[in-house]
């Protein structure tokens, strides 16, 4: 059908995807799934209120700088309580190899008063309870939610979207969209890790400025229409 992607086409009944194009996608997934078997979180983390602060910290900031603080984040306020009332000038020095301390440290005790106030310092399992919360967005709820509770989450970062983009699954930049787009591919079980593999391929081989094409397996073995490329 011109002018739509491969997830807003309709199938036999006109009612969803193509059947077709829904096996292409868990086949791109399956393949995802031999090139990187550990694909995961890459947010060190010890349970929801852990995951939760480390992911509202990612804001405008890689995995890797946010796993260099949190250990001495996490053992100077292991709780909502504890970060509630926390001492500002201390929140703000543990943060500042982040940058933007002042602001992140205000998110972060807004964060843990809520917490207390509304769940009993305890992160709700709900997404728009998370969503609720100071400082989490879709996307941060759908880290928690997926990665924390075990609940399936499509979670739409830049290479999730560019991804998806790249395989013909949406023709949208809005994360939103782009979601409805892949759970209208994928079984929801595939969503959480399937996200996880999309960006580990997304950092080393689909790359936004120079993707590796020759070096892909998806193109080897004709998954990939390169849309876009």
């Not at 036999?12 to 997934?29: F, S």
């Not at 979180?41 to 995951?51: A, I, S």
């Not at 602060?53 to 995995?63: E, F, H, N, P």
């Amino acid at each position: 059908m011109p002018g739509q992607t491969i997830a807003q086409s309709a199938g036999p009944l006109g009612g969803g995807p193509d059947p077709a194009a829904a096996q292409r996608a868990a086949d791109v997934d399956d393949e995802l799934v031999q090139l990187y078997p550990d694909a995961g979180c890459t947010l060190n983390h010890d349970g929801p209120f852990q995951l939760l602060v480390a992911t509202v910290l990612s804001a405008q900031t890689t995995d890797a700088r946010v796993n260099t603080i949190t250990p001495g984040l996490f053992a100077r306020y292991p709780d909502a309580a504890a970060l509630a009332g926390a001492d500002r000038v201390d929140l703000e020095t543990q943060l500042r190899p982040l940058g933007m301390q002042r602001t992140r440290a205000d998110r972060l005790i807004a964060l843990g008063a809520e917490l207390v106030t509304e769940h009993d310092g305890v992160v709700p399992a709900d997404r728009d309870a998370l969503m609720a919360l100071p400082g989490v967005g879709r996307k941060t709820a759908h880290v928690v939610l997926g990665n924390a509770f075990g609940i399936p989450a499509i979670t739409v970062d830049t290479h999730v979207g560019r991804l998806a983009r790249r395989l013909g699954w949406t023709a949208s930049r809005n994360p939103l969209a782009v979601e409805k787009d892949i759970a209208a591919l994928w079984d929801p079980a595939r969503w959480t890790d399937g996200c996880h593999r999309l960006i580990a391929h997304g950092r080393r081989v689909c790359r936004a400025r120079v993707p590796a094409c020759d070096a892909c397996r998806l193109n080897a073995v004709g998954l990939c229409p390169r849309a876009g490329v």
